[in-house]
């Protein structure tokens, strides 16, 4: 862990890349570039917004309502860039799996599964790696992490968007109306750009994804939480997989300095909270772990006065993994319990697993390629 720095962005390239950009941040860059007022900027930056968020442009020459002289002066300056995609898979169920090159030797993964939540949802990826080490987790075993960029995490869904030939953007028919935050790394440990990427994606003149279809999921920063309310409005799920704190101790870190009590007194006060907007809980099958009926019932008596979802998540393996999967017994004698208190359909099928795209399976093909190549070094 020696090279972690969580702050510093990748190294800037030679014109600047306007997608990503908060409307602010447009309006700034642009009234700087070309010395424009306030009002001049505001309006510039509206029209840009348009051809980039609900368009998807990435040639000024496209933007056919600015003068010409403009689109040559935004061409000599900025490029409209996506982050590139080194890795497209498709999986049996439709599932597609990404990796993108944010920079050299660093890549993230993210991944589009259909018919989920209204139409389908893209599940992206807010840090390369994640410094928290959830036993259970395949991107908490790699070394290298670094917070994304707005841009970075931005980019993952314009290029996705690109990929399902979605723009301009809010079609009826669309096949991705569902933002996750549930890929690699730990969203609230970047806070301030995932309150910034749900600004730009739930703008309704641009990506136009609702706020109440955008989910962040934590493994429990309950400091941060209060503000990802506040600032974003977005839905919120908890990683909880245990409901108590020595076995959450061990399977989520971070417990310990959060226990189960604070976590969930976090989640009462969530701002919106309600029987409208309720709190995702996931809990994942881990065979001979926290799988007994008992544990059933404990769930369901932690999570009392808790407006809450449960989602049931069979363990997905990876390789060298120390766990297995629930039987499939197992998992519904627990979601039986579960559903007699009054919790609906809370078993998560897993999806993607061909091509290790399901929950808590990724982990960047470049880190992988590298471990087996010290493997294969080490045995020479
Ligand atoms: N760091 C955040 C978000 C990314 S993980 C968090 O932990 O919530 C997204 C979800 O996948 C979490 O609920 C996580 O616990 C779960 N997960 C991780 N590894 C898994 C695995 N191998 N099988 C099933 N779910 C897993
Ligand atoms: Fe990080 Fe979430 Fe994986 Fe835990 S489960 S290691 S918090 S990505």
């Known amino acids: 862990m020696a090279e972690l720095d969580l702050a510093s962005p990748p190294p800037q390239a030679a014109l600047q890349n306007l997608a990503g950009m908060t409307r602010a ?22 029209q840009l917004w348009r051809w980039i968020y609900h368009y998807g442009v990435t040639e000024f020459g496209d933007m056919t309502d600015i003068a010409k002289e403009m689109r040559a ?36 993964e993210c991944v589009f599964i259909p018919d989920v939540g209204r139409a389908g949802a893209l599940c992206v990826s807010s840090q390369v790696g994640c410094t928290l080490n959830c036993t259970f987790c395949h991107t908490g075993t790699q070394k290298l992490v670094r917070n994304l960029t707005t841009a970075e995490i931005v980019g ?35 806070l301030d750009n995932v309150s910034k990427v749900i600004e730009v994606i739930s703008d309704g003149d641009g990506i136009s ?47 310990r300095k959060y226990p189960i009590a604070t976590l969930l007194e976090a989640c009462r006060n969530y701002p ?75 078993i998560r099928t897993p999806r993607g697993r061909d091509i290790l795209a399901a929950c808590g399976q990724l982990k960047s093909a470049s880190i992988k390629k590298r471990a087996s190549e010290a493997r294969r070094e080490a045995s020479l």
């Not at 766990?323 to 609906?344: H, L, P, T």
């Open 73 to 108: 002066g935004l061409a000599e300056r900025f490029v409209i860039a996506r982050p590139e995609m080194t890795e497209r898979q498709v999986s049996t169920d439709g599932t597609r799996k990404y990796l993108l090159k944010m920079g050299p030797g660093i890549e993230v």
């Open 272 to 346: 919106g909270v309600g029987n409208a907007r309720r709190i995702t809980f996931e809990y994942v099958m881990l065979k001979g772990v926290n799988d007994t009926d008992a544990e059933a019932r404990e769930l369901v008596r932690l999570l009392k006065g808790v407006p809450a979802k449960i989602n049931l998540i069979p363990f997905n393996p990876w390789p060298g993994a120390p766990y297995e999967c629930s039987s499939w017994e197992r998992i519904e004698a627990f979601a039986d319990i579960v559903n007699r208190a009054g919790y609906a359909s809370p």
């Open 209 to 255: 994804i609702s706020r109440r279809r955008i989910t962040v999921s934590t493994s429990g920063v309950v400091p941060e939480m209060h503000r990802l309310g506040e600032e974003t409005a977005a839905m919120l799920a908890i990683s909880l997989h245990a409901t108590n704190d020595p076995l959450r101790d061990e399977l989520v870190p971070i417990n």
């Open 156 to 190: 993952q869904v314009l290029a996705v968007k690109d990929d399902l030939e979605e723009w301009p953007s809010g079609d009826e028919n669309r096949r991705l109306s569902n933002i996750v935050f549930m890929g690699m790394g730990e969203p609230l440990y970047n």
């Open 25 to 46: 941040e447009l309006q700034a860059v642009l009234a700087e570039s070309f010395g424009l007022d306030g009002k001049k900027a505001r309006m510039r930056a509206n």
